[in-house]
């Protein structure tokens, strides 16, 4: 008989974990990524790539359903997924780590499973931890983000379908076969590429509700019966390893500590409000600011050094809309050295009509140096106008502000929910935080889906 296959190694783990196994700090942890999830999908549910999917689903939607958030819409839990995994990725302020995006790829799919089947607050937490676990498992399993991206995969949509499976499957309580049979099935269908880093388009900020639409169905057709691949990475023709990563697999990394490390501290929050590459960068700048009070007019000239795939990633240019400024490092640097800022309102609109932002943006240059790694962060040579010159290492992006080295705290994730929610409705993120901070009481989650049904006063949530 064939050893357990690494599906059924992580279904077998999964399916068999109650809440009360979970240790407290790792619940604690999570709701922090629940909050800031929630509260980046509402504030993005406004914006025009969120509505058109909303546009798209709403002409099928029935009066029971799950919640479109923001909206008093409801349609099927899979497309329930598909509409909030888009708005909460839509601004690309929502959370990393687990297989990418790890919370637009799997609270939407856990929270639209969830209240279809009528499960408790402490079914949702349980769901969402598993999805994070098994999402970060699937990506080392082939190597980790930076091999992945290199290949030009987005992760968030080719393992991020894994990711809402396990959570959806959790959700269900699928026993052992019919879990590792939703990962199989996810498995078949997942996918995500790098290419609409060429034109801008808006398939990127779809891929993490494409992964959740499909880890639904995969959950509810396993359920049903139908099986998956139990050996969907290890097959030797078509298996992921072959297909994503040349034939070679990391199945040792991805069962490192299972059981005892849930993995949610994996995860990062995001305080700025942009592509993750530049985070550590943007740290080390603002960090440059405090200590010698340098203002955009002492720069003559910075040049970025950093890996092939960073500066694939992060160097767009001109800069046109809320996509161009997200990726590109120098108007993230630009508007960190002018406005000491870079939240959501520095990026949209882009800022590039204000004289001192475009003046900077063009002091600032970016280049290949092939003796960096995405993981080592870029080289800042910065130049004065006073003739002084200094060298900053940027360092490790997944260890910037937000990461489990560097952590935002709870009154740091409330006042962030708090930022992009009051001008919608003050009242939203007051009773947002509160059904989130008492979600394992919940009986049900009739508290925190009102919460996510309001409106904006303005209503210009409307299709």
């Not at 790890?102 to 499960?119: C, H, I, K, Q, Y």
């Not at 269900?172 to 060429?198: C, H, M, P, Q």
């Not at 992921?240 to 005892?260: C, I, K, M, R, S």
């Not at 970025?304 to 400024?325: H, R, Y």
Request: some cysteine; charged content about 20%.
């Amino acid at each position: 008989m064939n050893a357990e296959s690494l599906t059924e190694r992580l279904a077998s783990n999964w399916a068999k974990i109650q809440f009360d196994d979970i240790p407290s700090e790792v619940v604690a942890g999570v709701k922090k990524n629940i909050l800031d999830t929630l509260a980046v999908a509402m504030a993005g549910a406004h914006t025009d790539e969120a509505r058109r999917v909303r546009t798209a689903l709403t002409g099928v939607r029935a009066e029971s359903g799950s919640l479109v958030w923001g909206t008093p819409f409801r349609v099927s839990p899979a497309h329930a997924a598909l509409a909030n995994g888009t708005a909460a990725h839509a601004r690309d302020f929502d959370d990393g780590g687990g297989p990418g995006h790890a919370g637009s790829t799997v609270l939407p799919a856990a929270l639209a499973v969830t209240e279809a089947a009528g499960g408790d607050g402490r079914t949702l937490i349980a769901a969402t931890i598993a999805g994070y676990d098994i999402g970060y498992r699937a990506l080392q399993a082939i190597g980790g983000f930076a091999a992945h991206t290199g290949r030009g995969w987005h992760s968030s949509g080719t393992m991020g379908s894994f990711a809402a499976a396990a959570a959806a499957a959790k959700t269900l309580g699928l026993d052992t076969e019919r879990f590792a049979d939703a990962l199989g099935i996810a498995g078949s269908f997942t996918g995500g590429v790098w290419a609409f880093k060429d034109d801008g388009a808006m398939t990127k900020r779809i891929h993490p509700g494409k992964a959740g639409e499909t880890g639904v169905d995969a959950a509810l057709l396993a359920q049903a019966g139908i099986t998956g691949p139990r050996r969907v990475f290890e097959a030797e023709w078509g298996g992921l390893y072959a297909t994503y990563n040349n034939g070679q697999g990391f199945p040792e990394q991805a069962l490192a500590d299972l059981g005892v490390d849930y993995n949610v501290a994996t995860a990062y929050i995001k305080p700025y409000a942009c592509c993750r590459g530049c985070h550590s960068t943007i740290d080390t700048v603002l960090a440059m600011i405090r200590t010698r009070d340098v203002k955009p007019t002492d720069i003559h000239h910075i040049s970025i050094k950093a890996s092939e795939t960073a500066v694939n990633m992060l160097s767009v240019d001109p800069i046109e809309t809320v996509f161009d400024a997200q990726f590109s490092l120098a108007y993230a640097m630009s508007v960190a050295l002018c406005n000491g800022s870079v939240g959501l309102d520095q990026f949209e609109p882009p800022r590039m009509n204000d004289p001192l932002v475009a003046e900077t943006f063009a002091k600032i240059s970016m280049h290949v140096d092939s003796g960096i790694e995405l993981e080592d962060g870029p080289r800042l040579d910065v130049e004065f106008t006073s003739g002084e010159t200094i060298t900053l290492f940027a360092g490790n992006p997944t260890t910037a502000k937000g990461s489990a080295l560097n952590p935002m705290s709870h009154e740091e994730v409330v006042a962030k929910a708090e930022a992009l929610l009051a001008p919608i409705d003050p009242e939203i993120p007051r009773r947002l935080v509160h059904a989130v901070e008492n979600l394992e009481d919940a009986t049900d989650l009739s508290e925190l889906l009102s919460a996510l049904r309001a409106e904006r006063r303005d209503n210009c949530l409307g299709d």
